[in-house]
Every structure is written in C-alpha cells, then in structure tokens.
C-alpha cells in the first residue's frame, strides 16, 4: 500500500525509544505560572533555527491564535485577513469580534486591495494587523510577504502569519538549485524578512512531525502573550513527550534538513514529469501537495475509488470556491522513486491517456525560478 495522505514532508516520526527521555509527562501546572520541563531550552533553539527574536509554546495553534488576539486586543487594533486564510487563525479572530475589534477581509495575495483598505483607515489611528498564511498548499505560492510587511511597518502595525504549511519546508536563501532554500525557517526566512512587526504562529506537526504550536516574535509581545494569554492560563501546556519529539526534530533538522529537503523536492519534480509525460498536470507548484487539474471526462471521484482499489491512498476533497472534487497527493521524503513511478503508471492505466508523441522530449521544463514558489 502506498499513502498519498500524509502531510508528514520530511518523513519525521519520532518513535518512543528514539526520544529524549523524560521523568513525567506534566507538573500540572498552566504555563503562565511556570514552563514545562525542556520548554526554556526549545524555546531558544526554535528562536535559533528560525533567526527570529523569542520563541514560546501551545499546545497547537488553535490555542496560540486564540491567545494571540486576544492578548493584542488589549490596546485599539483593527484586522485584515487575507480571505485565503486557514480556518484555525480565523477562530482565533472571531474571538475579539465581540470585543468590537474591527475587521476586514481583502482578496488573497492582494497587496493593493490592502493598501486601499489601509489607506482609507488611515485617519482612525488605530493600529493594523494584518493576518495571513504564509503559504498556500493548493497554490504552492507563498503570500506577498514583502509587500505586507511593508506597508504594516508604515503604519506601526503588526503582520501576523500562519505559517504551518512552509516550516520545515522552505527557508533561507532559495535559489534554482535550492527552490525550498536552506534551513527550514519558514516563508518569512524564504523571503529575507525579519523585524519586530512580524509574528508567527506554526504548528510543527507537517514539516517537523510534531503536534505542538510554536509562536515567534519580538520580545515583548512573547512575554505578554506567556503572561496574558487565556489558554497559558487555563488550559495544560505541551506535554514533555511533545518537547522531547521537538527538540529532536530540531537536531534531525540540523544533521540531515538539507538532505530530507532535497530527497522531497526531487520526489515532487518526477512526479510532476511523470504527470506531464502521461498528459496530466497538477497545481500546487513545487510544494509537495499536488492536485490535479481537471480533465474533460476524467471523474476524479471514480479516479480515488479505482486508486483506493489498488492500494493508493490519496486525498479526495472539494475546492474552496468552487466546491468541484478535487483529488491530492501529499508527496514526502519518504516515498521512493518506485512508488511515484507507480502512481503515475496507476494514473496512466486507469485514466485511459497515452504517452504523448515524442515523450519526454516535448514535455515543458518545471519552471524553477523564484517566481514558482512566490
């Protein structure tokens, strides 16, 4: 059986006997009155891997937004979500909407559409906080980034990103060797940013395969966020086998990221070969989830059904908009390269496509420049 569904990238799973031992899952007590056991030591080596400022922890990233706002809601703000916003953030929002907190939708990667909005909440004085996804996994494109930053610096604003997606996967410095870049940062360290306007929220749980929210930004707001917020309050922090996973992960990031990153990438370039020799094609750019495109007669429900049958498991879902089945695969490090090939011979078969003429030869190149992944 070969599994399409998992969003594990890098391949990480963190089995028991590998991990840092721990001499009990809890103290029972709630963050806010003193850290989990090994969370002081993450913290600095997740603020280190990430170039950022200060780091903190949640038990995922429902509890991280749902804090985050409100703890920023405690001074006059207003919120701009980006309308492909990932449901999680969003609650996090709803949360302050009784408070009265003002907010604005503007459409997806549409830096002039939040320009105009800002521009005309100009006057109010009332700081602006930008809320987006890094990275958008049915595009593989990341948010406009700069562009955001920007004008929220102008504005002495906030630009608070979900960044679950791109951790683990894309990084410093990307180039056309390297489009995931180096590092794992995440799509701020993808685009070169940093400043004490950004804040990230992310779950480690896709690249870095550990169910546990990490939260960076500048100091200040970290420490009011671990002081303030409602969940680090009431709710139990991370367990130390959580920890434990993490700072493993971390140490597998820094003795073999680049190896794991570089395994994923090829793994998602023959798979979009192998789509375009059989006359298929996918979006989802060079990010490993893939979907394909629709074809004229080609019914992607019995596709997933016909998979299923012969051991393939893959992700049957509908679009955002359009609410038309889709169907995805979730590429990671550790498919082999019998296992794609399998998959696109499986697509081939049960599609009813030939090879075109000419075969590899007249297949388009994979556009690698940066523009792929922005």
């Known amino acids: 059986m070969v599994d399409f569904r998992s969003a594990l990238y890098l391949g990480m799973s963190h089995a028991h006997r590998g991990l840092p031992p721990w001499t009990r899952l809890t103290k029972g007590l709630p963050a806010a009155l003193e850290p989990p056991d090994g969370s ?16 903190t922890l949640g038990t995922s990233t429902f509890h991280l937004f749902w804090d985050l706002f409100g703890v920023l809601a405690s001074e006059p703000l207003a919120i701009y979500m980006d309308s492909g916003l990932y449901p999680v953030v969003r609650w996090g929002v709803e949360r302050v909407l009784k408070q009265g907190v003002a907010t604005f939708t503007f459409p997806t990667h549409n830096p002039i559409a939040l320009k105009a909005l800002l521009e005309r909440d100009r006057r109010s004085g009332i700081r602006p906080v930008v809320v987006t996804d890094g990275l958008s996994s049915a595009t593989g494109r990341t948010a406009p ?4 930053l920007q004008l929220v610096r102008e504005r002495n604003g906030y630009l608070v990103i979900d960044d679950t997606q791109a951790l683990g996967i894309l990084g410093r410095n990307p180039g056309t060797a390297n489009p995931y870049g180096h590092g794992g940062g995440g799509t701020p360290a993808w685009h070169g940013l940093e400043g004490p306007e950004l804040i990230v929220g992310s779950s480690m749980a896709k690249g870095f395969g550990v169910p546990l929210g990490i939260l960076t930004g500048n100091s200040r707001v970290i420490s009011q966020f671990n002081s303030q917020g409602s969940t680090q309050v009431h709710c139990s922090p991370p367990s130390a086998a959580l920890i434990s996973a993490a700072t493993q992960a971390l140490a597998i990031n820094r003795e073999q990221g680049e190896r794991l990153r570089n395994r994923l990438i090829s793994r998602v370039l023959r798979f979009k070969a192998g789509l375009r020799e059989i006359g298929l094609n996918s979006s989802g750019g060079l990010f490993p989830v893939q979907t394909l495109k629709p074809v004229i007669g080609l019914d992607m429900v019995e596709l997933h059904d016909r998979l299923t049958r012969l051991e393939m498991l893959t992700v049957l879902h509908k679009s955002v908009n359009k609410q038309v089945p889709k169907l995805s695969f979730l590429l ?12 696109i011979q499986a697509l081939q078969h049960l599609s009813g496509l030939t090879r075109p003429r000419g075969g590899m030869q007249n297949m388009m190149p ?3 420049r940066r523009p792929a992944m922005a």
Not at 40 to 55: D, I, Q
Not at 145 to 148: E, G
């Open 332 to 343: 990671t490090a550790q498919h082999s390269t019998l296992e794609i090939d399998q998959c």
């Open 40 to 55: 002081e030591a993450l913290c600095k080596k997740l603020a280190k891997t990430l170039g950022v400022g200060s780091a």
């Open 145 to 148: 980034l700069p562009d955001y």
């Open 366 to 368: 994979i556009e690698r």
